[in-house]
């Protein structure tokens, strides 16, 4: 190491005796500069953030635009860091879509926030990799605390909740997708221990074959994929009118199944979907899945930040009924992605089901303290928890919920403009962020409609489609949208509709 110490900073030629810049004159660079780097960098995300509504929602480059304005191999000698500065505006913003910008209202909200941004810069300093109690313990330590604070915020029961001094707790996911099939894996688990108990002789195959989930024809199409993943036939049960997946549908499918010599295992209630953001009705299917050893995975992904508020927590009446749950605060809690946070009342089946010790990863504080990489799939983890503990000091309880009624009151703002233009029809009831609407006309006006809206740019709106009823969806995503940013997207809208009307 001294040897290695000595020859930095010195110059060094290479074996055909040209000059080369010294060994490591980066890295002293980097340590040397940094801190103007990081400021510089601090002051282009604050003005891009606070300018954002001068930019073009939806880019309109091809694909393959980036390729041609970058060499087509890496620099030998290091860039300036003026260079790469210049190249995020002649290289970059041009291929970004603007999912912060006011007027961007597709798919859902993707969080943000400068307390999450802040933990983040931390978070990749310190740069650890959690998988273990002792490989950070306050990585591990924070993560069972905030998942306790925010359990509370949301009125969990206490059987989901570490401090309770029971068997539950919670954990950090990277996303809701990843949390829908740990929970199938540990259902899967439980399964075939309750199956052998009673019939020994029967193999893990042989179990495995027929095990059976449910889920609703709206959940949404991650749950599908943990199927696949998972090894798993998942039954798509057809909800009532209202498109909630009902308690008697769950029962008939499991009755039939184990008449049929199935194995019921798993169910995937929504709350919240992604087509509709309708509520599966929880109090109906949680007895259900009781009374027949079935594990009832909770999915909340974008509505389940809005139980931080007292008024909406009907709509997870229920939940004590449930296995595990999972919401995303990287959607709609202004905590940056990836940060999604499930809930189990008996971890101890992902622990026993993804239970591969190998020596290097053992400690003397085993069993003492979650060991995380046995609750997740990927063996490697941040220190996601910092962001939550920023956010939720620095804004407080009552600012975020402000942050949730002020997004479901500018929905409230533009369902009432759609309602006043007899043109136009709400086709789903409108309980959080979001929006479903279209012309009172065929799917393909409407397509016609979508495609020259984000055409224009302006604004930028995803579609759906229930019961072969084609419809838009405008969600409120962005923590800088006002009423008057509701005004100029409505105005997108009605100016469109004209266009496509008049041909």
Request: net charge negative.
């Amino acid at each position: 190491m001294d040897r290695l110490a000595a020859t930095m900073g010195q110059p060094r030629d290479d074996v055909r005796g040209e000059s080369r810049p010294p060994l490591f004159s980066q890295f002293e660079m980097e340590a040397n500069q940094f801190k103007d780097f990081a400021k510089e960098m601090i002051d282009y995300v604050s003005g891009y953030l606070e300018n954002i509504r001068d930019r073009r929602v939806l880019p309109t480059v091809e694909p393959g635009y980036l390729r041609p304005l970058i060499p087509d191999s890496a620099p030998v000698v290091p860039d300036k860091w003026e260079d790469v500065m210049a190249d995020i505006e002649r290289v970059i913003m041009p291929g970004v879509t603007h999912w912060h910008s006011p007027r961007f209202h597709a798919y859902f909200p993707t969080a943000n926030s400068y307390p999450a941004i802040v933990a983040d810069i931390l978070s990749g300093a310190i740069a650890c990799i959690g998988f273990t109690w002792i490989a950070s313990p306050a990585c591990t330590e924070l993560e069972v605390v905030m998942l306790d604070w925010l359990g509370k915020m949301i009125g969990l029961p206490d059987e989901f909740l570490a401090c309770s001094g029971g068997k539950g707790g919670g954990v950090i996911q990277g996303t809701a997708s990843e949390a829908t099939l740990v929970a199938l894996l540990g259902a899967k688990a439980r399964a075939i221990a309750d199956v052998k108990r009673e019939k020994p002789e029967m193999s893990d195959a042989d179990i495995v074959a027929k095990l059976v989930g449910y889920t609703s024809s709206q959940s949404h199409s991650s749950v599908e994929r943990a199927g696949l993943l998972g090894g798993i036939k998942l039954r798509s049960l057809q909800p009532d009118d209202n498109n909630r997946l009902r308690g008697e549908a769950l029962e008939l499918a499991i009755k039939e199944d184990r008449e049929a010599g199935l194995i019921p295992f798993y169910a995937v209630a929504t709350l919240g979907t992604t087509s509709s953001c309708t509520f599966d009705h929880l109090e109906e299917l949680g007895p259900v899945c009781n009374a027949n050893n079935v594990w009832l995975h909770v999915d909340a992904a974008y509505a389940g930040s809005a139980f931080i508020c007292p008024e909406f927590r009907y709509l997870m009446k229920g939940i004590e009924r449930a296995d595990s749950f999972n919401f995303n605060p990287h959607k709609w809690l202004l905590v940056n992605f990836d940060c999604s946070t499930m809930w189990l009342k008996d971890p101890s089946w992902l622990v026993n089901a993804f239970n591969v010790d190998p020596l290097y990863l053992k400690h003397e504080q085993q069993g003492a303290a979650p060991d995380y990489r046995h609750w997740q799939i990927p063996l490697g983890r941040r220190f996601r928890a910092l962001k939550l503990w920023f956010v939720l000091r620095l804004y407080g309880i009552e600012n975020l919920q402000a942050h949730i009624r002020k997004h479901i009151e500018l929905a409230h703002y533009f369902e009432s403009l759609v309602r006043s233009d007899e043109r136009f029809e709400i086709t789903e009831e409108v309980l959080m962020g979001l929006v479903c609407f279209r012309l009172k006309n065929s799917n393909e006006v409407n397509e016609a409609l979508l495609k020259r809206l984000n055409g224009r740019g302006v604004i930028h709106l995803v579609p759906s489609k229930i019961r072969d009823v084609y419809f838009l969806r405008l969600a409120i995503c962005s923590r800088f949208t006002e009423k008057e940013d509701i005004d100029i997207s409505w105005k997108e809208v009605k100016d469109t509709a004209d266009e496509i009307l008049k041909k």
